[in-house]
């Protein structure tokens, strides 16, 4: 169960302004970024600071993808 700050601020994210948040994307050097650290860690050549910085991509990664979830429950009134 996520911690409650978390839902929070998925929550806030979500209802701010949804049709902005669904259309958002990383740019494409940070996606290019977030690939390469993936790509290192199956290859098993990821370093420590590397490891925390994939680790934030993920956890974004988490959040928007929740918080878009709900901006389209919002957005469809659910």
Do not use: C, W
Not at 13 to 35: G, K, M, W
Not at 48 to 73: I, N, S
């Amino acid at each position: 169960m996520p911690v409650k700050i978390y839902e929070e601020f998925v929550d806030f994210l979500a209802n701010s302004v949804p049709d902005q948040l669904i259309a958002f994307h990383p740019s494409p050097e940070t996606q290019a970024r977030a690939y390469e650290l993936l790509t290192r860690e199956k290859s098993g050549e990821l370093k420590g600071d590397e490891r925390v910085e994939l680790d934030y991509y993920e956890t974004l990664e988490q959040v928007f993808r929740l918080a878009k979830a709900r901006a389209h429950r919002k957005m469809a009134g659910l």
